[in-house]
Protein backbone atom coordinates (compact mmCIF):
# COMPACT_ATOMS: atom_id res chain seq x y z
CA UNK A 1 0.00 0.00 0.00
CA UNK A 2 3.15 1.90 0.27
CA UNK A 3 4.65 1.76 -3.22
CA UNK A 4 4.35 4.04 -6.27
CA UNK A 5 2.14 1.38 -7.68
CA UNK A 6 0.05 -1.55 -6.56
CA UNK A 7 1.66 -3.88 -8.21
CA UNK A 8 4.91 -2.56 -6.79
CA UNK A 9 2.98 -3.17 -3.87
CA UNK A 10 1.71 -6.24 -3.84
CA UNK A 11 5.51 -7.43 -5.00
CA UNK A 12 6.89 -5.74 -1.50
CA UNK A 13 4.45 -7.69 0.41
CA UNK A 14 5.44 -10.90 -1.37
CA UNK A 15 8.80 -9.79 -0.64
CA UNK A 16 8.59 -9.50 3.28
CA UNK A 17 5.57 -11.32 3.80
CA UNK A 18 3.29 -8.76 4.00
CA UNK A 19 3.73 -4.97 6.13
CA UNK A 20 1.28 -3.11 8.51
CA UNK A 21 -1.14 -2.98 6.01
CA UNK A 22 -0.23 -1.66 3.18
CA UNK A 23 2.64 -2.95 5.05
CA UNK A 24 0.79 -5.09 6.22
CA UNK A 25 -0.55 -9.06 5.84
CA UNK A 26 -4.69 -9.53 5.84
CA UNK A 27 -7.31 -11.06 7.57
CA UNK A 28 -10.19 -12.88 7.27
CA UNK A 29 -11.61 -16.26 6.95
CA UNK A 30 -10.61 -19.36 8.74
CA UNK A 31 -10.05 -16.90 11.17
CA UNK A 32 -8.81 -18.90 14.07
CA UNK A 33 -8.21 -17.56 17.67
CA UNK A 34 -8.12 -18.84 21.31
CA UNK A 35 -10.71 -16.00 22.50
CA UNK A 36 -13.18 -16.54 20.38
CA UNK A 37 -15.23 -18.99 17.93
CA UNK A 38 -13.97 -18.85 14.36
CA UNK A 39 -17.00 -18.12 11.82
CA UNK A 40 -17.22 -17.58 8.16
CA UNK A 41 -16.61 -13.64 7.29
CA UNK A 42 -18.72 -14.23 4.03
CA UNK A 43 -21.76 -16.32 5.75
CA UNK A 44 -22.56 -13.40 7.63
CA UNK A 45 -23.12 -10.80 5.28
CA UNK A 46 -26.68 -11.37 5.94
CA UNK A 47 -26.62 -10.86 9.73
CA UNK A 48 -24.64 -7.62 9.92
CA UNK A 49 -23.99 -5.32 7.38
CA UNK A 50 -22.63 -2.17 5.99
CA UNK A 51 -21.51 -0.44 2.23
CA UNK A 52 -19.12 2.36 1.22
CA UNK A 53 -19.47 5.01 -0.76
CA UNK A 54 -17.62 8.00 -2.32
CA UNK A 55 -17.47 10.64 0.73
CA UNK A 56 -16.07 13.23 -1.84
CA UNK A 57 -16.63 12.61 -5.18
CA UNK A 58 -15.25 15.19 -6.76
CA UNK A 59 -11.69 14.49 -4.57
CA UNK A 60 -8.79 12.38 -5.46
CA UNK A 61 -5.89 11.69 -3.60
CA UNK A 62 -2.01 10.38 -4.38
CA UNK A 63 -1.40 7.38 -2.12
CA UNK A 64 -3.95 8.56 1.08
CA UNK A 65 -2.61 6.69 3.86
CA UNK A 66 -4.44 9.04 7.11
CA UNK A 67 -7.75 10.70 7.19
CA UNK A 68 -8.81 12.69 10.86
CA UNK A 69 -9.73 15.95 12.03
CA UNK A 70 -8.25 18.41 14.03
CA UNK A 71 -10.85 19.61 16.45
CA UNK A 72 -10.71 23.05 16.31
CA UNK A 73 -14.29 24.03 16.26
CA UNK A 74 -14.32 23.83 11.96
CA UNK A 75 -15.98 21.73 10.06
CA UNK A 76 -12.04 20.63 8.25
CA UNK A 77 -10.84 16.84 7.81
CA UNK A 78 -7.53 16.27 6.43
CA UNK A 79 -5.52 13.74 4.35
CA UNK A 80 -2.06 11.90 4.48
CA UNK A 81 -0.70 11.54 1.40
CA UNK A 82 2.19 9.21 1.30
CA UNK A 83 4.85 11.27 -1.00
CA UNK A 84 4.47 14.07 1.94
CA UNK A 85 2.21 16.38 1.47
CA UNK A 86 -1.71 17.11 3.71
CA UNK A 87 -4.67 17.81 2.62
CA UNK A 88 -7.18 19.91 3.86
CA UNK A 89 -10.89 20.64 2.85
CA UNK A 90 -14.62 21.20 3.85
CA UNK A 91 -15.79 17.67 5.38
CA UNK A 92 -19.01 17.85 3.20
CA UNK A 93 -19.45 15.86 -0.09
CA UNK A 94 -19.63 18.66 -2.35
CA UNK A 95 -15.91 20.04 -1.75
CA UNK A 96 -14.31 20.21 -5.43
CA UNK A 97 -11.02 21.26 -4.46
CA UNK A 98 -8.43 19.95 -1.17
CA UNK A 99 -5.39 22.88 -0.42
CA UNK A 100 -2.08 21.75 0.53
CA UNK A 101 -2.09 22.18 4.28
CA UNK A 102 1.43 20.90 4.56
CA UNK A 103 4.36 20.21 1.96
CA UNK A 104 7.53 18.39 2.73
CA UNK A 105 8.01 16.05 -0.16
CA UNK A 106 11.79 17.14 0.16
CA UNK A 107 11.95 15.98 3.46
CA UNK A 108 10.81 12.42 2.55
CA UNK A 109 11.65 9.30 1.32
CA UNK A 110 8.39 7.38 0.16
CA UNK A 111 7.57 4.34 -1.95
CA UNK A 112 7.05 1.11 -0.64
CA UNK A 113 6.47 1.06 3.27
CA UNK A 114 8.22 4.62 3.41
CA UNK A 115 6.97 8.02 3.47
CA UNK A 116 4.32 10.35 5.21
CA UNK A 117 2.88 7.87 7.31
CA UNK A 118 0.66 9.82 10.20
CA UNK A 119 -0.63 12.82 11.71
CA UNK A 120 -2.08 13.79 14.65
CA UNK A 121 -2.91 17.46 16.00
CA UNK A 122 -2.26 18.49 19.44
CA UNK A 123 -5.30 18.23 22.11
CA UNK A 124 -4.83 21.87 22.32
CA UNK A 125 -4.49 22.48 18.66
CA UNK A 126 -7.00 25.43 18.88
CA UNK A 127 -4.69 27.48 21.18
CA UNK A 128 -1.20 26.17 20.11
CA UNK A 129 -1.29 25.57 16.95
CA UNK A 130 0.49 22.35 17.40
CA UNK A 131 0.41 18.96 15.24
CA UNK A 132 2.43 16.11 14.64
CA UNK A 133 3.58 13.47 11.98
CA UNK A 134 5.69 11.01 11.63
CA UNK A 135 7.69 10.23 8.17
CA UNK A 136 10.73 8.58 6.91
CA UNK A 137 13.74 9.71 5.62
CA UNK A 138 17.28 8.58 3.54
CA UNK A 139 20.67 9.18 4.12
CA UNK A 140 21.03 8.42 6.58
CA UNK A 141 17.32 5.98 6.90
CA UNK A 142 15.21 7.32 9.63
CA UNK A 143 12.34 7.48 11.08
CA UNK A 144 11.47 11.26 12.09
CA UNK A 145 8.43 12.04 14.72
CA UNK A 146 8.52 16.04 14.78
CA UNK A 147 6.27 18.93 15.18
CA UNK A 148 4.64 21.55 12.83
CA UNK A 149 2.94 24.59 13.94
CA UNK A 150 0.19 26.33 12.66
CA UNK A 151 0.27 30.26 13.20
CA UNK A 152 -3.34 29.81 13.81
CA UNK A 153 -5.81 27.06 14.19
CA UNK A 154 -7.70 28.52 10.92
CA UNK A 155 -4.81 28.77 8.14
CA UNK A 156 -4.75 27.01 4.88
CA UNK A 157 -1.29 26.58 4.76
CA UNK A 158 1.63 25.48 7.40
CA UNK A 159 5.37 26.59 6.94
CA UNK A 160 7.22 23.67 6.98
CA UNK A 161 10.51 25.73 8.21
CA UNK A 162 8.09 25.09 11.36
CA UNK A 163 9.36 21.79 12.40
CA UNK A 164 10.69 20.88 15.41
CA UNK A 165 11.91 17.08 15.70
CA UNK A 166 11.09 15.25 18.60
CA UNK A 167 12.95 12.51 17.88
CA UNK A 168 14.32 9.92 15.54
CA UNK A 169 15.66 6.52 14.84
CA UNK A 170 17.60 4.74 12.39
CA UNK A 171 16.06 2.36 9.85
CA UNK A 172 17.89 -0.82 8.98
CA UNK A 173 15.71 -1.67 5.89
CA UNK A 174 12.90 0.41 3.99
CA UNK A 175 9.56 -2.21 5.06
CA UNK A 176 8.21 -2.17 8.33
CA UNK A 177 8.27 1.69 9.50
CA UNK A 178 4.83 1.37 11.28
CA UNK A 179 4.01 5.25 11.17
CA UNK A 180 1.14 5.97 13.52
CA UNK A 181 0.95 8.61 15.52
CA UNK A 182 -1.91 9.60 18.20
CA UNK A 183 -2.75 11.45 21.65
CA UNK A 184 -4.71 9.13 24.31
CA UNK A 185 -7.25 10.28 26.63
CA UNK A 186 -4.51 10.55 28.90
CA UNK A 187 -2.90 13.69 26.58
CA UNK A 188 0.29 11.78 25.63
CA UNK A 189 1.42 11.25 22.13
CA UNK A 190 1.94 7.83 21.16
CA UNK A 191 3.66 6.04 18.44
CA UNK A 192 3.55 3.00 16.22
CA UNK A 193 7.07 1.41 15.29
CA UNK A 194 7.87 -1.51 13.35
CA UNK A 195 10.29 -3.85 13.66
CA UNK A 196 12.81 -2.63 11.44
CA UNK A 197 12.29 -4.71 8.50
CA UNK A 198 13.21 -7.24 6.01
CA UNK A 199 11.60 -10.36 7.30
CA UNK A 200 11.13 -12.39 10.37
CA UNK A 201 13.35 -9.40 12.61
CA UNK A 202 16.53 -10.49 11.55
CA UNK A 203 17.96 -7.99 14.41
CA UNK A 204 15.41 -9.47 16.92
CA UNK A 205 14.20 -5.90 17.70
CA UNK A 206 10.74 -6.77 18.43
CA UNK A 207 12.42 -7.96 21.88
CA UNK A 208 15.12 -5.61 22.04
CA UNK A 209 13.94 -3.24 25.08
CA UNK A 210 17.12 -1.18 23.95
CA UNK A 211 15.83 -0.62 20.57
CA UNK A 212 12.93 1.89 18.99
CA UNK A 213 11.42 -0.51 17.07
CA UNK A 214 8.67 -3.26 16.87
CA UNK A 215 7.40 -0.85 19.80
CA UNK A 216 4.71 1.29 20.87
CA UNK A 217 6.17 4.65 22.44
CA UNK A 218 5.09 6.87 24.72
CA UNK A 219 5.92 10.57 25.15
CA UNK A 220 4.81 13.92 26.95
CA UNK A 221 5.13 16.39 24.60
CA UNK A 222 4.34 19.04 26.90
CA UNK A 223 7.85 18.15 28.42
CA UNK A 224 10.77 19.55 27.90
CA UNK A 225 12.59 16.66 29.86
CA UNK A 226 14.70 15.03 26.56
CA UNK A 227 14.83 18.69 24.55
CA UNK A 228 11.53 18.49 23.15
CA UNK A 229 9.68 16.00 25.32
CA UNK A 230 9.42 14.35 28.47
CA UNK A 231 9.02 10.18 29.69
CA UNK A 232 5.31 10.09 31.36
CA UNK A 233 5.76 9.15 35.08
CA UNK A 234 4.62 5.68 34.48
CA UNK A 235 6.18 4.61 31.63
CA UNK A 236 6.90 0.97 31.95
CA UNK A 237 10.86 1.52 32.03
CA UNK A 238 11.28 5.05 33.56
CA UNK A 239 14.19 5.63 35.20
CA UNK A 240 15.70 1.71 34.35
CA UNK A 241 19.28 0.95 34.65
CA UNK A 242 19.28 -1.79 31.99
CA UNK A 243 19.37 0.36 28.82
CA UNK A 244 16.07 -0.05 28.04
CA UNK A 245 14.25 3.18 26.02
CA UNK A 246 12.14 5.12 28.54
CA UNK A 247 9.82 5.75 26.05
CA UNK A 248 8.76 2.44 25.29
CA UNK A 249 4.96 1.75 26.69
CA UNK A 250 4.75 -1.99 25.10
CA UNK A 251 6.54 -4.01 22.76
CA UNK A 252 7.17 -7.46 20.94
CA UNK A 253 5.39 -6.20 18.07
CA UNK A 254 5.97 -7.12 14.04
CA UNK A 255 4.64 -4.07 12.50
CA UNK A 256 1.89 -2.15 14.02
CA UNK A 257 0.62 0.11 11.38
CA UNK A 258 -2.82 1.46 12.79
CA UNK A 259 -3.22 1.69 16.10
CA UNK A 260 -6.55 3.57 17.68
CA UNK A 261 -8.55 4.28 20.91
CA UNK A 262 -11.70 3.17 21.79
CA UNK A 263 -14.71 4.80 24.10
CA UNK A 264 -13.25 3.25 26.78
CA UNK A 265 -9.64 4.36 26.35
CA UNK A 266 -8.07 0.64 25.28
CA UNK A 267 -5.81 1.15 22.61
CA UNK A 268 -6.29 -1.54 19.41
CA UNK A 269 -3.46 -2.44 17.29
CA UNK A 270 -3.55 -3.91 14.40
CA UNK A 271 -0.38 -6.08 14.06
CA UNK A 272 0.95 -7.48 10.39
CA UNK A 273 1.91 -10.81 10.42
CA UNK A 274 4.64 -12.74 8.91
CA UNK A 275 3.68 -15.76 6.32
CA UNK A 276 0.55 -17.01 8.61
CA UNK A 277 -1.36 -15.15 10.48
CA UNK A 278 -2.41 -11.60 11.00
CA UNK A 279 -3.55 -10.29 14.18
CA UNK A 280 -5.33 -7.84 16.36
CA UNK A 281 -4.30 -6.43 20.14
CA UNK A 282 -5.05 -4.45 22.86
CA UNK A 283 -2.31 -3.03 24.09
CA UNK A 284 -1.69 -2.57 27.47
CA UNK A 285 1.23 -0.81 29.50
CA UNK A 286 4.09 -2.58 29.46
CA UNK A 287 2.63 -5.29 27.75
CA UNK A 288 5.04 -7.86 25.49
CA UNK A 289 3.08 -8.93 22.30
CA UNK A 290 5.56 -11.94 21.76
CA UNK A 291 6.80 -11.06 17.96
CA UNK A 292 9.30 -12.81 16.98
CA UNK A 293 9.05 -15.56 19.40
CA UNK A 294 5.24 -15.93 18.25
CA UNK A 295 3.37 -14.78 15.55
CA UNK A 296 0.09 -14.38 17.04
CA UNK A 297 -0.14 -17.48 19.04
CA UNK A 298 1.73 -19.87 16.60
CA UNK A 299 5.73 -20.20 17.88
CA UNK A 300 7.68 -18.41 15.45
CA UNK A 301 11.35 -18.45 16.53
CA UNK A 302 12.58 -18.25 20.06
CA UNK A 303 15.90 -18.14 19.50
CA UNK A 304 18.44 -15.49 21.74
CA UNK A 305 14.84 -14.69 23.64
CA UNK A 306 14.77 -15.85 27.18
CA UNK A 307 11.46 -15.25 27.89
CA UNK A 308 8.33 -16.52 29.86
CA UNK A 309 6.23 -17.39 27.46
CA UNK A 310 3.90 -17.51 29.65
CA UNK A 311 4.30 -13.77 30.08
CA UNK A 312 3.17 -13.05 26.17
CA UNK A 313 -0.15 -11.39 25.64
CA UNK A 314 -2.03 -13.09 23.12
CA UNK A 315 -4.16 -11.30 20.62
CA UNK A 316 -7.50 -10.14 21.33
CA UNK A 317 -8.17 -11.56 17.47
CA UNK A 318 -6.10 -13.43 14.66
CA UNK A 319 -6.73 -15.08 10.86
CA UNK A 320 -4.73 -16.65 8.38
CA UNK A 321 -4.06 -16.14 5.01
CA UNK A 322 -5.91 -19.03 3.67
CA UNK A 323 -8.62 -17.39 1.89
CA UNK A 324 -6.23 -14.46 0.59
CA UNK A 325 -6.38 -12.37 3.66
CA UNK A 326 -2.84 -11.21 4.18
CA UNK A 327 -2.24 -7.17 5.32
CA UNK A 328 -4.39 -6.68 7.96
CA UNK A 329 -5.43 -2.57 7.98
CA UNK A 330 -6.30 -2.02 11.82
CA UNK A 331 -9.42 0.26 12.56
CA UNK A 332 -11.37 2.05 14.95
CA UNK A 333 -14.23 0.89 17.11
CA UNK A 334 -17.24 2.69 15.90
CA UNK A 335 -19.16 5.02 18.04
CA UNK A 336 -20.78 6.90 15.30
CA UNK A 337 -24.91 7.78 14.82
CA UNK A 338 -25.28 6.97 11.03
CA UNK A 339 -24.72 2.89 11.79
CA UNK A 340 -25.89 2.26 14.97
CA UNK A 341 -25.78 -2.13 14.44
CA UNK A 342 -21.83 -1.54 14.70
CA UNK A 343 -21.63 0.56 17.63
CA UNK A 344 -18.92 -0.91 19.86
CA UNK A 345 -17.59 -2.80 17.51
CA UNK A 346 -13.89 -2.92 15.90
CA UNK A 347 -14.45 -2.69 12.12
CA UNK A 348 -10.85 -3.06 10.39
CA UNK A 349 -10.11 -4.33 6.80
CA UNK A 350 -7.64 -6.61 4.68
CA UNK A 351 -4.91 -4.59 2.59
CA UNK A 352 -5.02 -7.35 -0.17
CA UNK A 353 -8.52 -8.53 -0.29
CA UNK A 354 -10.29 -5.72 0.56
CA UNK A 355 -12.67 -7.04 2.72
CA UNK A 356 -13.76 -5.17 6.06
CA UNK A 357 -14.78 -7.08 9.14
CA UNK A 358 -17.12 -5.77 12.91
CA UNK A 359 -15.70 -7.39 15.51
CA UNK A 360 -17.26 -7.46 18.87
CA UNK A 361 -14.94 -6.74 21.93
CA UNK A 362 -16.26 -8.30 25.16
CA UNK A 363 -14.25 -7.07 27.70
CA UNK A 364 -10.81 -8.03 26.54
CA UNK A 365 -11.71 -10.97 24.41
CA UNK A 366 -13.70 -10.94 21.25
CA UNK A 367 -17.00 -12.77 20.98
CA UNK A 368 -18.22 -12.27 16.93
CA UNK A 369 -16.40 -11.34 14.20
CA UNK A 370 -18.58 -10.67 10.75
CA UNK A 371 -18.05 -9.45 7.16
CA UNK A 372 -19.62 -6.21 6.74
CA UNK A 373 -18.19 -5.38 3.35
CA UNK A 374 -16.89 -7.74 0.54
CA UNK A 375 -15.20 -5.54 -1.33
CA UNK A 376 -14.03 -1.78 0.24
CA UNK A 377 -10.76 -1.49 -2.37
CA UNK A 378 -7.00 -1.04 -1.10
CA UNK A 379 -7.88 -0.17 2.30
CA UNK A 380 -4.52 1.76 3.83
CA UNK A 381 -6.16 3.59 6.56
CA UNK A 382 -9.42 3.93 8.92
CA UNK A 383 -10.38 7.63 10.24
CA UNK A 384 -12.78 9.66 12.10
CA UNK A 385 -14.68 12.49 11.61
CA UNK A 386 -15.87 15.32 14.54
CA UNK A 387 -19.02 13.13 14.65
CA UNK A 388 -17.16 10.24 15.25
CA UNK A 389 -18.30 8.90 11.58
CA UNK A 390 -15.77 6.58 10.16
CA UNK A 391 -13.64 6.83 6.72
CA UNK A 392 -11.47 4.53 4.82
CA UNK A 393 -8.64 5.65 2.82
CA UNK A 394 -8.48 4.02 -0.88
CA UNK A 395 -5.16 3.87 -1.17
CA UNK A 396 -5.82 2.44 -4.87
CA UNK A 397 -7.87 4.55 -6.24
CA UNK A 398 -6.94 7.98 -4.22
CA UNK A 399 -10.39 8.11 -3.07
CA UNK A 400 -11.69 8.62 0.56
CA UNK A 401 -14.99 6.39 1.72
CA UNK A 402 -17.33 6.31 4.20
CA UNK A 403 -19.13 3.56 5.81
CA UNK A 404 -22.57 3.71 5.63
CA UNK A 405 -25.15 1.18 6.50
CA UNK A 406 -26.80 -1.10 3.58
Not at 282 to 297: D, P
Request: one cysteine or more.
Amino acid sequence: MFSKTIIALIVSLAATSGFAWFVASACQSTQQSSTMTPDSSGSNMGTLSAKVVNAYPKLTFSSPVDYTYANDGTNRVFVVEQEGRIRVFENDANTASAGVYLDIRNKVASGGEMGLLGLAFHPNFKQNGFFYVNYTKDNPRETVVSRFKAQSSGVLQVDPASEVVLFKFGQPYANHNGGKVLFGPDGYLYVSTGDGGSGGDPQNNGQNRSSWLGKILRVDVNSTEKGQYGIPADNPFKGNSSGYREEIFAYGLRNPWRISFDPQGRLWAGDVGQNKIEEIDIVTKGGNYGWRIKEANADYNAKDNNVNVADLIAPIWQYTHDNGDVSITGGVVYRGAANPALSGKYIYADYASGRVWALTPVGNKASTNQAIVSQAGSISAFGEDSKNELYLCDYGSGKILKLVGN
